[in-house]
């Protein structure tokens, strides 16, 4: 069975700071990985995704994450974080084999101090 | 281009009371899904669809039932509301299994 974990629950951090948000996952097999962000009484959107290729993967709002296979992570980074970036990040993973489906882990809640 | 949209936004049920969520996607997707997110938990599925006329169990299925008689289409029904599912509902949809999983705004359910 596959698994997420975010060891980070909160990450408090001053503005224009850099940041890395950690995700480790367990999977018997290759995976597909995703970090979602909620802003707050919103919904998640998708940050960015790896499926194969580059295991630097560049997405929206100037973050980018790395794969890293003999470590099983999916770190999440960014140079300088803006007040803007104050969200909950949710790291997801699936095997894509068989009826697995997306499962998330537990979040970060990332808090921007001016 | 609407998304997915869910209603309601929000609503207190009694024990024991019945109610459907709604949600509704205008992308054409075929996969949609219902989750339910608890603090300290994160995401959890709770059934998903293949696509018109089709419904699979998910991570966390008891309580819950659904239907997909649309495409566009996804309801959520709790026959017999208890606390324990006292909870904020997202839906989401995506084009196929592991494209980008569009989410709605969520609906905020408190049973008393």
């Known amino acids: 069975a596959q698994s997420v974990t975010q060891l980070d629950s909160q990450v408090p951090v001053f503005e224009e700071a850099p940041v890395e948000l950690r995700c480790n996952y367990s999977?018997?097999?290759?995976?597909?990985l995703f970090w979602y962000v909620q802003y707050p009484n919103q919904g998640l959107q998708l940050l960015l995704k790896?499926?194969?290729?580059?295991?630097l993967v560049k997405g929206i709002n100037g973050f980018e994450a790395e794969f890293n296979k003999s470590q099983t992570s999916f770190h999440l980074r960014k140079p300088s974080v803006h007040i803007s970036d104050t969200a909950e990040y949710f790291c997801?993973?699936?095997?894509?084999?068989?009826?697995?489906?997306?499962?998330f882990g537990t979040g970060t809640r990332l808090t921007i101090i001016p | 281009n609407a998304g997915v949209t869910q209603t309601p936004k929000f609503r207190v049920l009694k024990t024991g009371q019945s109610m459907t969520l709604l949600c509704a996607q205008d992308?054409?997707?075929?996969?949609m899904y219902w989750y339910r997110q608890d603090p300290g938990m994160g995401l959890r599925l709770i059934h998903y669809?293949?696509?018109?006329?089709?419904?699979a169990k998910g991570e966390v299925p008891d309580g819950y039932n659904v239907s997909r008689l649309k495409k566009q289409n996804f309801l959520l029904g709790l026959e017999s509301a208890a606390p324990s599912q006292t909870s904020v509902y997202f839906c989401?949809?995506?084009?196929?299994?592991?494209?980008?999983?569009?989410f709605g705004p969520g609906t905020r359910l408190t049973v008393l």
């Open positions: 669809s293949v696509g018109e006329g089709t419904t």
């Open positions: 790896y499926l194969s290729g580059s295991t």
């Open positions: 999977s018997s097999v290759s995976v597909y």
């Open positions: 992308m054409n997707h075929e996969y």
């Open positions: 989401a949809s995506s084009k196929r299994e592991y494209n980008e999983q569009f």
């Open positions: 997801a993973v699936t095997s894509g084999f068989g009826n697995e489906k997306l499962t």
